[in-house]
């Protein structure tokens, strides 16, 4: 079928009370839209749905005989008005009269739009007379934009030109305010989305650098040189011609997206969600191999959104700025070939990027001259059309460009502006190869928030700041930066830590291999070169020692120490370890986090202090923490007698864990809250003793499946547990420390939330040996996401073994996993609970029966049960779902 059948059988529905031959028509154009989509431009086919649509309303309109009604018009306005529509784009009609309708004419206007609505079209209606229209539009920016490309489908062309010329009248939105409402609705948009594309899962209409922004630089020119056409705006010296074909070809792109995935969802979807995207990906021809299909378009997605940002920030500021010709209040010249208008670097002539190295050089002018605010749209303009122009070869294999870009890693303040400018522009991508192939590279999990490259940007503004003079938020790493020598090093492994994605194998060590050939083509000394290329292959080593190992564990400091070697390589590692989980989401960073890391840092530092003897470390630890506590006890009242017999019953591993004001905090709700009957359990909650979080604290006598409880009680109420201490005295009693957050890694504050959820898990308690009901759903996401269940064992210890799992984080996991200790007969010491994204990566420490390591074939046992329990519950849900 064609759209000429098409208008053919909207042409021949003789009564407009046939709803079945308008429904039939609806039908045949979404069948035509699908078997046409791998087959024509969607561009017509974006048009070819408004020119059906057209058809349809216009012929429905006479068959009521409303085109015989004097002064009525029906005019399409917003994106129908433009003459485009997608498969389940909203049909947004005026319907326009000179004066208010008689009652006749109402009622058969209603019944149009009954009909409307039974056969499934997605209007959005109005009916008003021209004044009306006016009286609305001046108060509201919406209406106002709809009417900007409004067409007339049929009636009355007086009323239709009436409207037009009150449009222009000096009473209505000047081009002045009109575009300032838009550039702040653009703002506010922006924002909700914290100015950024590169989502997980992007809106393809309303996202920054998306079709909204591309309509944007359309709705202001258009209003002011008052033409219909987007291409009439090249005469008006807005865009180039080439710029103009950009601007489509970019649209056009993501035009295909937005069609495909409303073919896919069968309804109005403009995000871009996990549900959709390995289907939208094999529609477009992306492949049918799942995620490595997801990839690739969304990689393609946003280098498009990139291109569209910088068209969107040019020709808005190109129209502030030279078409409402707003007076420059500030002029400074900088040199021959730049000047500021108020805080604009702009170019002096039309020849000052005539090279490679005239870019980089330029970036040194904008480090040196910090009144630069940012880059004048003709500025942007040339610089864009360099960029291109020298896109025959990459930057850095030319020697000059190599001297220069390594005075920019050098410049105290290059860091700021210019390394936003050299990322957001494509001048990074145009001078190193390796960055080039990272450009918009998706990182498919709720782990990673943004591209690889996007990722990066983040991550070097981070360590950019801790050289701010107010900068105080991580007074170490400020500590750290301040005292190094030569501070390009840590910039130039941040640069490279993940440049090595999407290869295939460790990307840490594609990384390492890449900085050191690098280094050596720039000059830097072999020992610096290496410290660099240590940090790449190795910068993923403390955020996994922190939140999947014990850190109080002596050979667990003993071997990282080891690795590590020296204060220099650790100071390096921290700094940069810190700024790469804050860059990765902005939901991933919270206290516990930050406790780890700093743990860590510290315990390491005191060991290399003590020639890695971590043993005395952690001694010295155990006795410093006593005493302190004690102070803190002994001032309070508390009997030492009474102290010294419940401290006599627990070993001095607990005292090396716990900072003081826990320790304290234990002893003092132990001695004077226990309860006397042997059956009943203790619980507690502090939000004051733990600077990451808030600890949960349970003490009676050990019974079984008493993890498991507390667990799913705190996971069906939204906590998430980060670490669980679970310690037995020589006694017998059972002594467990949860820390626990909100699910979203904030810290729980409410007294009242605080109390409920003590109630809850002390309730639970009184209920031995049966399982709690934890309700909680999966979300929508993670069920989109595989994550097979791997379990490792780690039997260094003969007492202990210990146990790191990755699994998906579905709901009521923790509960699952202390059922099944409990049913092998193990028994859980430790676990360190780790959340990334949508995988859980925990660590437990476990025995068996006989408080010793597990043997192989019990290793063996427990990993099958393990992976059959959890991957078994991934698929039912997965079942659920479809």
Not at 266 to 279: H, I, K, T, V
Request: charged share 25%.
């Amino acid at each position: 079928m064609s759209l000429s059948d098409l208008l053919y059988l909207v042409d021949r529905i003789p009564r407009v009370d046939d709803t079945k031959a308008f429904k039939d028509c609806v039908e045949r154009s979404y069948q035509w839209l699908d078997e046409q989509f791998n087959q024509t431009q969607v561009d017509e086919l974006v048009h070819g749905r408004a020119t059906f649509v057209d058809a349809l309303l216009c012929h429905a309109w006479r068959l009521l005989e409303l085109d015989k009604v004097k002064h009525l018009s029906l005019v399409a306005v917003g994106g129908y008005g433009r003459g485009q529509l997608q498969p389940h784009s909203d049909i947004d009609l005026l319907i326009l009269s000179q004066r208010p309708l008689g009652k006749s004419t109402q009622e058969t206007l209603s019944r149009f739009i009954t009909l409307l609505w039974d056969i499934k079209l997605d209007v959005g209606q109005a009916v008003r007379t021209v004044k009306q229209t006016i009286s609305l539009a001046k108060e509201d920016i919406t209406i106002a934009t709809n009417l900007v490309e409004s067409r007339l489908l049929i009636g009355c062309q007086d009323t239709f030109a009436g409207l037009q010329t009150k449009m222009r009248s000096r009473s209505y939105w000047s081009s002045k305010d009109f575009f300032i409402a838009k550039h702040n609705e653009q703002k506010a948009r922006h924002a909700k989305f914290h100015g950024t594309a590169y989502n997980l899962e992007p809106n393809v209409k309303e996202n920054p650098g998306c079709l909204r922004d591309i309509q944007s630089i359309g709705w202001v020119a258009k209003k002011h040189f008052q033409v219909w056409n987007g291409k009439e705006l090249v005469e008006h010296g807005y865009f180039t011609a080439g710029e103009w074909a950009e601007l489509i070809e970019c649209r056009s792109h993501l035009w295909k997206i937005r069609f495909a995935l409303h073919l896919e969802a069968g309804r109005s979807e403009n995000r871009l969600l996990f549900d959709y995207q390995a289907d939208v990906a094999r529609r477009l021809g992306y492949g049918d191999d799942g995620k490595a299909s997801v990839e690739r378009m969304m990689k393609a997605f946003f280098r498009i959104v990139r291109r569209v940002n910088e068209l969107n920030d040019m020709l808005l500021q190109h129209f502030t700025q030279d078409i409402l010709a707003l007076k420059v209040q500030e002029q400074v010249p900088i040199n021959a070939d730049f000047e500021l208008n108020d805080g604009l670097i702009t170019p002096t002539n039309e020849q000052v990027f005539d090279s490679p190295e005239s870019i980089l050089q330029f970036l040194l002018l904008v480090a040196d001259t910090p009144a630069v605010k940012g880059l004048h749209s003709s500025c942007l303009r040339q610089l864009r059309n360099a960029r291109r122009a020298f896109h025959t070869e990459y930057f850095c294999t030319r020697p000059t460009c190599r001297e220069l870009f390594m005075q920019l890693l050098r410049h105290p303040d290059f860091f700021g502006l210019g390394w936003d400018l050299m990322h957001r522009h494509g001048i990074l991508q145009a001078y190193l190869p390796q960055w080039d192939q990272i450009v918009g590279m998706m990182q498919f999990d709720l782990f990673h928030a943004y591209t690889v490259d996007e990722h990066t940007h983040r991550l070097v503004k981070h360590v950019y700041q801790y050289h701010q003079p107010e900068y105080d938020e991580f007074p170490r790493c400020k500590r750290i930066v301040k005292n190094l020598d030569k501070p390009e090093l840590l910039y130039i492994a941040a640069i490279f830590h993940d440049i090595g994605k999407g290869r295939g194998g460790d990307h840490s060590q594609l990384g390492a291999v890449d900085v050191a050939e690098f280094c050596e083509s720039h000059g830097i000394e072999p020992q610096d070169a290496e410290l660099v290329r240590w940090l790449v292959a190795s910068h993923l080593l403390m955020s996994v020692v922190a939140q999947r190992r014990d850190i109080y564990d002596p050979d667990v400091i003993n071997d990282f120490a080891g690795k590590v070697k020296s204060h220099n390589h650790l100071n390096h590692l921290y700094a940069l370890t810190l700024a790469d989980i804050r860059a990765t989401n902005d939901n991933l960073w919270n206290d516990w986090k930050s406790s780890l890391l700093r743990e860590l840092y510290l315990l390491t530092q005191k060991a290399l202090d003590n020639g890695l003897q971590c043993q005395v470390t952690l001694q010295e630890r155990v006795a410093k923490h006593q005493a302190e506590t004690r102070e803190l006890l002994l001032q309070e009242g508390i009997d030492e007698t009474a102290l010294n017999t419940f401290w006599a019953r627990l070993n001095e591993d607990y005292f090396a864990r716990f900072k003081p004001a826990q320790l304290a905090w234990h002893a003092r709700t132990i001695l004077t809250e226990a309860p006397q009957n042997e059956e009943d359990l203790l619980v507690d909650i502090s939000e004051t003793t733990n600077k990451a979080g808030t600890e949960l604290l349970v003490y009676g006598k050990d019974r079984p499946a008493l993890f498991a409880q507390v667990a799913s009680v705190l996971d069906s109420r939204n906590c998430s547990i980060h670490d669980a201490q679970i310690l037995s005295t020589m006694d017998g009693y059972v002594f467990d420390s949860f820390l626990i957050l909100e699910q979203d890694g904030t810290r729980i504050t409410s007294p009242s939330r605080l109390a409920s959820l003590e109630k809850a898990v002390a309730t639970q308690l009184t209920k031995p040996g049966r399982e709690h009901t934890n309700k909680r759903k999966m979300s929508r996401q993670m069920k989109q996401l595989n994550v097979p269940t791997k379990v490792r064992f780690y039997s260094n210890q003969a007492d202990v073994t210990l146990m790191e799992m990755e699994a998906l984080d579905a709901p009521g996991l923790l509960a699952k996993i202390g059922h099944l200790f409990v049913a092998l007969n193990l028994n859980l010491h430790m676990a360190k609970i780790s959340t990334i994204g949508e995988r859980a990566e925990d660590l437990f420490i476990i025995s068996n029966a006989d408080d010793q390591a597990l043997t192989t074939e019990q290793q063996v046992e427990l990993k099958q049960r393990l992976t059959t329990l959890l991957d078994q519950s991934q698929q039912s849900e997965e079942t659920c779902l479809n």
